[in-house]
């Protein structure tokens, strides 16, 4: 039977919806105590958010700034560490290369930090003396919080941040990258999930792999074989099919074909997953909108190292205005803010074939979506491409002379290969922690269930593998 592309079988124990990293994670799991499931994705390749894809023979890494949450190997209690135990996957094939340093720039302040907590604490000690006393004790209250509980209450940030520090630029530039890489809610957190992002990013710290992306999706879907689990490309989900109450499988966009399992796991996201399942009600417009957050992003290939022009930061997350504004934006794309990730400057053992500076802007998924392709939405998309690149080039120091190509995507790639409703990068902005859908035997995994990034995503999988489903056995 093709592991990839072949025929399926009529019934299964489990079947996973997506094959991004919480899927692929879910199924690992499943099929390690012998239940059989199969993965089915809709697209031609694995990863979802984090993919990967080939223009003018060159890799581009789509969604991969930063694999977060990075614990040297044999690190104790640490999620990557978990994760690996979880999956039985040693540390050493991730082969994954540490950061060198990053930044938050904000007016007048730069707060650097690396993958030792002790520099971003330092810096904040410098930068704002009144509130270093009030950082550690944040810093307590976070490492005390069990970020990682299904069922944990639902709190906003700001205020929480707000108890523990007074100083108001200093909570901005905590959130900036935290929001960037996690937040589905405007101008804010859930604390539960400002928590998880700050243990990823400044506890814990960024690597990349030795390969991008694919070397990850390659290492899941060989280990998703060797335990006897199975995927299927260009296999989309139509309807998921329950009766009384009970999930009993799938409807595929291909031919109609039924494929029958007691347990649907669906990591397409929680409205997308009541858009496929009649049997779930509509969630609330108040309570639970869709997510209204998308990005575009443009990846410059250059003739040069960045660290030849200067470019000698890994990621540098900025805001150039008094306030830090995180919500859609009104135009195409928001400039006030952004993302800049050089992956060249992460400790590769083998150097990248060509410089590369990627930059990622706030955008608007309505504007974006009402233009007609391929015109006027390629030369939109251009004219947005050299307004990020002349902000970056303002911020860093110029780099376009040396650009020898260069792709960008918009929030309508976004929606094409996720599936996510408004392009919404990281899904609604209410969570289902706890996985339940009201549908027995239909759980949710993945963004929707509120784990975050590469490694949450991959845990969440794993979470609710094991919670619901392999301990019902």
């Given at each position: 039977m093709g592991f990839d592309y072949g025929p399926l079988e009529a019934r299964y124990d489990a079947i996973v919806i997506g094959a991004g990293m919480a899927g692929l994670a879910a199924a690992i799991r499943l099929a390690m105590f012998d239940v059989k499931v199969v993965v089915l994705e809709k697209h031609y390749m694995p990863g979802g958010l984090n993919s990967y894809y080939?223009?003018?023979?060159?890799?581009?890494?789509?969604?991969?700034?930063?694999?977060?949450?990075?614990?040297?190997?044999?690190?104790?209690?640490?999620?990557?560490?978990?994760?690996?135990?979880?999956?039985?996957?040693?540390?050493?094939?991730?082969?994954?290369?540490?950061?060198?340093?990053?930044?938050?720039?904000?007016?007048g302040v730069t707060l650097p930090f690396t993958n030792d907590f002790q520099v971003l604490r330092g810096a904040i000690a410098e930068a704002f003396p009144d509130q270093a006393d009030r950082f550690d004790g944040l810093v307590a209250a976070i490492e005390a919080f069990d970020n990682l509980s299904l069922d944990r209450e639902q709190l906003p940030a700001r205020p929480v941040l707000a108890q523990h520090l007074s100083d108001p630029l200093l909570i901005d530039m905590l959130l900036c990258p935290l929001m960037y890489y996690g937040s589905a809610v405007e101008d804010d957190m859930e604390f539960g999930q400002f928590v998880t992002m700050f243990k990823s990013i400044f506890l814990e710290g960024f690597a990349r792999p030795e390969g991008g992306v694919r070397t990850l999706?390659?290492?899941?879907?060989?280990?998703?074989?060797?335990?006897?689990?199975?995927?299927?490309?260009?296999?989309?989900?139509?309807?998921?099919?329950?009766?009384?109450?009970?999930?009993?499988?799938?409807?595929?966009?291909?031919?109609?074909?039924?494929?029958?399992?007691?347990?649907?796991?669906?990591?397409?996201?929680?409205?997308?997953?009541?858009g496929l399942c009649e049997a779930l009600p509509q969630p609330s417009p108040e309570t639970n909108p869709v997510g209204q957050l998308s990005f575009m992003e443009s990846i410059h290939c250059l003739d040069c190292e960045p660290k030849a022009l200067g470019l000698d930061q890994t990621i540098v997350f900025f805001n150039d205005s008094e306030r830090f504004?995180?919500?859609?934006?009104?135009?195409?794309?928001?400039?006030?803010?952004?993302?800049?990730?050089?992956?060249?400057?992460y400790r590769h053992q083998t150097p990248l074939e060509e410089g590369l500076v990627r930059i990622t802007s706030i955008a608007n998924f309505a504007k974006w979506a009402a233009l007609e392709k391929p015109e006027p939405y390629g030369e939109v998309k251009e004219r947005w491409r050299a307004a990020q690149a002349e902000v970056a080039a303002k911020l860093l120091g110029e780099f376009r002379e040396h650009v020898v190509y260069h792709d960008t995507f918009t929030p309508t790639t976004i929606l094409h290969?996720?599936?996510?409703?408004?392009?919404?990068?990281?899904?609604?902005?209410?969570?289902?922690?706890?996985?339940?859908?009201?549908?027995?035997?239909?759980?949710?995994?993945?963004?929707?269930?509120?784990?975050?990034?590469?490694?949450?995503?991959?845990?969440?999988?794993?979470?609710?593998a094991n919670a619901r489903v392999l301990t019902a056995r």
């Open positions: 080939h223009r003018a023979k060159r890799p581009f890494d789509v969604g991969l700034h930063a694999m977060t949450n990075y614990a040297p190997k044999g690190a104790k209690r640490m999620p990557l560490t978990k994760l690996l135990r979880q999956l039985r996957i040693p540390h050493d094939a991730l082969q994954l290369a540490e950061q060198g340093h990053s930044e938050v720039r904000f007016p999706t390659d290492l899941l879907k060989a280990r998703l074989k060797e335990v006897g689990g199975e995927v299927r490309f260009k296999r989309g989900v139509k309807r998921i099919l329950s009766k009384d109450g009970k999930v009993f499988g799938v409807e595929l966009e291909k031919d109609d074909q039924v494929i029958e399992a007691p347990v649907v796991i669906s990591t397409a996201g929680h409205h997308e997953t009541v504004h995180y919500r859609a934006a009104e135009d195409y794309a928001d400039l006030r803010s952004g993302v800049i990730c050089m992956p060249n400057n290969f996720t599936g996510h409703q408004n392009g919404a990068i990281y899904g609604a902005p209410t969570k289902l922690t706890d996985g339940l859908t009201g549908v027995d035997g239909l759980f949710l995994a993945g963004t929707d269930q509120g784990f975050l990034g590469i490694v949450g995503a991959m845990l969440s999988g794993i979470s609710i």
